[in-house]
């Protein structure tokens, strides 16, 4: 019998980095190298309306390959994990039916919990949790709801990044509602990928660097035209709910359109957003990641890969 040589799947690629660390590019060669297909993990991205203040792939960057949920959902949409969650599955899916590698690339950790950790199952909210949660909010601010977070459920409140009033909201008004924090509902789970299927990779640049980028990269928004797109979606789009009003760097550059800020004070301001946004995931990534590898550098990251996966 003549011998079979059976190769190896190469595993899904998931990169995780925070803002401006070069994960698009990286994606794009990984894709490249193990003919794979980009899939969107990161939460602004997945919104369509602002390319480039979401720093959404343009198509020299996505490099002829496929990149799936970027833009996929209109902005008056809002989307949980657990909606990321079943899309991407089926996502995965299709990549691999196709014989491709699946590289997940983005910089929302619970989007990475959700499919290698599992995603619980929480009982609905009623009313009067919400009531007396968004009282709290009304009365004293967002920063109360976070402390009172802090004291039912740190864990959460260690997760959850910066003012994402959705998601503090949610957390305590799941301890309002059962007695029960939303982290212990969240150990009671099962990860989507088995521990073969999947391979993490984090980019954790040097802080300076880091930050240098982040800097350029919003000058550069700027320069091509983020004023200008910000002006013609808030024509469209009013309610300052919407997901992408959260955006690093929108408020700041609507207060320059309601005569509040200065164009220079509000890059200024988005700047120092951005790399506070950008610390706190660096935080996320050292904290959640274990297993995973890390690259200072994300061209060390393709060198390191060819030799450990099969190709």
């Avoid at 109360?144 to 957390?171: F, S, Y």
């Avoid at 009013?238 to 955006?247: E, G, H, R, T, V």
């Avoid at 297993?291 to 060198?303: R, S």
């Amino acid at each position: 019998m003549d011998d079979v040589s059976i190769s190896k799947p190469v595993p899904i690629l998931l990169v995780f980095g925070p803002t401006a660390s070069g994960k698009t590019a990286i994606g794009t060669q990984l894709a490249a190298k193990f003919d794979g297909e980009v899939v969107n993990a990161d939460s602004q991205q997945l919104y369509a309306g602002l390319p480039l203040l979401t720093a959404l792939p343009t198509e020299a960057e996505r490099g002829g390959f496929p990149h799936h949920l970027y833009g996929h959902v209109a902005p008056d949409q809002p989307w949980s994990t657990g909606n990321w969650l079943h899309e991407v599955t089926k996502v995965i899916a299709q990549i691999r039916s196709r014989g491709k590698c699946p590289v997940l690339v983005g910089g929302t950790g619970l989007y990475f919990e959700a499919l290698t950790r599992g995603l619980a199952e929480i009982p609905d909210v009623e009313p009067p949790a919400l009531e007396r949660v968004t009282q709290l909010e009304q009365e004293q601010g967002l920063d109360a709801v976070r402390h009172k977070l802090l004291q039912v459920d740190p864990d959460a409140a260690a997760r959850i990044l910066g003012a994402d009033r959705q998601r503090l909201v949610r957390a305590l008004s799941v301890y309002e509602q059962t007695g029960q924090s939303l982290t212990s509902f969240q150990k009671n789970t099962k990860p989507v990928l088995a521990d073969q299927e999947w391979r993490g990779i984090v980019i954790v640049p040097e802080r300076e660097a880091l930050y240098d980028k982040i800097n350029l990269r919003f000058d550069q928004m700027v320069e091509l035209g983020a004023m200008d797109e910000l002006a013609a979606f808030c024509q469209q789009w009013s309610d300052p709910i919407l997901p992408l009003f959260k955006a690093i760097g929108v408020r700041s550059l609507i207060k320059v359109m309601q005569d509040e800020l200065s164009i220079e004070a509000a890059i200024a301001e988005a700047k120092r957003d951005t790399r506070r946004y950008a610390k706190r995931q660096l935080t996320w990534a050292r904290g959640r990641t274990d297993g995973w590898q890390h690259f200072c550098d994300p061209e060390d990251i393709l060198p390191a890969l060819q030799g450990a996966l099969p190709q």
